[in-house]
């Protein structure tokens, strides 16, 4: 069995923040993750980012990958690719599969950085080849660099479908339209206007009926929504080779479920999360959360959350003492909260408070029954 | 097929007619209060501002900016563009991020913000550097009257494609 | 069908785009591929889409979540079944068939 002193499961912008801002503290971090390279999504996301100059803003996320990279492995950071963790007992013992079998592996804290799923859509025809999610497509043109098909039509217009559209345009694909169930564009503003200045034509208040197409998609049939409910007579065919699905991810908690977090619904995050107090730390006192597991945002607000992590843990591991752990969580929470303001912020920087807030009330409630007993 | 009106031309950002017609100046297109500010230190002239919060609209002193661009190909959303009325005819630049690239001489189809065709225009200049990280920008010459309409070209439009 | 070519040739942001340096066999047919991709990349760079046919009704399957998690596109690898073909990388000379149902090792099939 191995045995370190702090693992980190997923080696995207979270977790290799929180291995970064544990190891500047002295603690050797061990990451894992299933893939077979590191960064997670972030190597796919070749838009420049939004935030702020501590954020790194203005520059594209794949440099900011490259840059997370490369410092982490300065830090002599141990990154294992290749090996799904599919089991973690609420004791700190974490089980892996590797090209040797199982592997059991003992820590004395966990940061769990395992981010989210794509969210799909059932409709008829929604299983045939060439409907696929938005994530797909991008991994595809933007790490692999081979088009899913030449005429896509995009489902969902939140940041996500409006960015991965453009992306596809730029490589090469056109986009004959972008479809929002919603009476208005999802994202940012800016974003569709890279779309509308291409001439891509958006349907808002719409949704797909059925794909259509028998070996693989030929066409969608989109029906306009009255208050999201299907309006008979309205369908219209769109032409196309390829569907995409942007509607939304779920955050990815079965690990912290195995080790006993207590979850908790908050729907502007994405649904089910572990409860987290103000550093990260689960209702498990050994487990800590980062990233999109803790609640669907960016990877900006992903990496300064596994910084405040990667802090937290070696705080309590014994590597910082209460002043300096302090003075650090405090500027890491200070650039998190401008990353959670204005109007789109707003609603996430609630919710997260929200959270916070259930974690606080639930440790009350059992240092209260521990008292009664 | 239902669209939202294009984007109002109003806001902190969008510079006077007076400025215009004396040369190049920027025109920020940004009217949402995202968590971004870029554009800010991206001007040696400092005549953009974000001020304290930064989800606050970027403000532009019409009187420091002399319409250089740097600021264009900084912002992540793609929403400056530059604007020149002192001319006969008008010159639009805008942030251009595919392949391939129009080059000088190019007659274009010129477009508004929803990609609609307005009018047939001149590719004047293309600039690229490695400071732009991959964000060309594009000048083109058109008519003055749609200085505040024309913000892209149609692609199909670039000759030899 | 090998004859499609959905390869990104020129792009204004990314400078790595590699070109096929090897080739995998889809069936009987010979598919250029590029050392270290995913399986189901270099079938998507020649056009190919149906992966799989699903166990009880047989409708066809293809990419759908691209990062290993949907088992939509599971296909016979080298005679082995229900390979997740996004996230196996090619090697020269692989061969790849369509899986029917739930698959069968090659020497039951």
Known sequence: ?373 | MSMEPSCPVKGPGIPSAERRAKGPVACIECFQHIPCNPCEASCPRHAITIGGEITGLPHLDETLCNGCGLCMTRCPGLAIFTVDESGENARVSFPYEYVPLPQAGDAVTCTDRDGHPLTQGTVVRVRQSPAFDHTAVVTVEIPKALSMQVRFIDRSSIPGR | MSDMDRRVHAHPILDDLREPDTYIWYHDTKIPAVTGEPVAAALMASGIRVMRHTVKTGQPRGIFCGIGRCNDCKMVVDGVPNVRTCVTPVREGMRVETQQGLGAWRDEA
Not at chain 1, 126 to 151: D, E, Y
């Open chain 1, 1 to 373: 069995m191995k045995t370190t002193d702090l693992l980190i499961v997923g080696a995207g912008p979270a977790g290799l923040s929180a291995a970064l801002a544990a190891a500047q503290a002295g603690v050797r971090a061990l990451v894992i993750d299933e893939n077979q390279r590191p960064g997670g999504q972030l190597f796919k996301q070749i838009h420049k980012f939004f935030g702020s100059g501590v954020h790194k803003a203005g520059t594209r996320g794949f440099r900011i990958g490259e840059q997370l990279l490369k410092e982490t492995l300065e830090q002599n950071v141990e990154v294992q690719l290749g090996y799904p963790v599919y089991g973690l007992f609420p004791d700190g013992r974490a089980v892996c599969g590797s090209p040797e079998g199982a592997q059991e592996i003992r820590a004395k804290k966990i940061i769990l950085a395992t981010g989210a799923n794509e969210n799909n859509l059932c409709f008829e025809g929604s299983t045939l080849p060439g409907v696929m999610t938005a994530g797909a497509a991008q991994t595809m043109i933007n790490l692999h660099h081979v088009l899913p098909g030449q005429r896509v039509v995009m489902i969902g217009s939140g940041n996500v479908g409006l960015i991965v559209a453009y992306q596809l345009l730029q490589a090469g694909a056109q986009v004959a339209a972008v479809v929002e169930a919603a009476p208005a564009i999802g994202g940012y503003g800016v974003h569709a206007g890279k779309l509308r200045r291409a001439g891509v034509p958006f349907y808002v208040s719409h949704t797909v009926h059925r794909a259509i197409g028998t070996d693989s998609v030929e066409g969608v049939e989109l029906v306009k929504l009255d208050n999201f409910r299907k309006v008979d007579g309205t369908q219209l065919e769109i032409p196309c080779d390829t569907v995409c699905m942007a509607v939304g991810l779920t955050p990815m908690v079965e690990l912290a479920r195995l080790a006993g977090c207590e979850m908790t619904e908050i729907p502007a995050l994405g649904g089910v999360v572990p409860m987290h107090d103000e550093n990260m730390r689960t209702t498990n006192p050994d487990v800590y959360i980062a990233g999109d597991i803790s609640g669907v945002e960016e990877a900006s607000t992903a990496m300064e959350e596994g910084r405040l992590a990667g802090t937290a843990a070696a705080e309590a591991l014994g590597a910082l003492d209460a002043e300096t752990a302090a003075r650090l969580k405090d500027e890491i929470r200070r650039r998190m909260a401008l990353l959670r303001s204005g109007e789109f912020g707003a609603k996430r920087q609630a919710a997260k408070e929200t959270i916070v807030r259930r974690c606080e009330a639930f440790e009350a409630g059992r240092q209260e029954e521990g008292e009664r007993a």
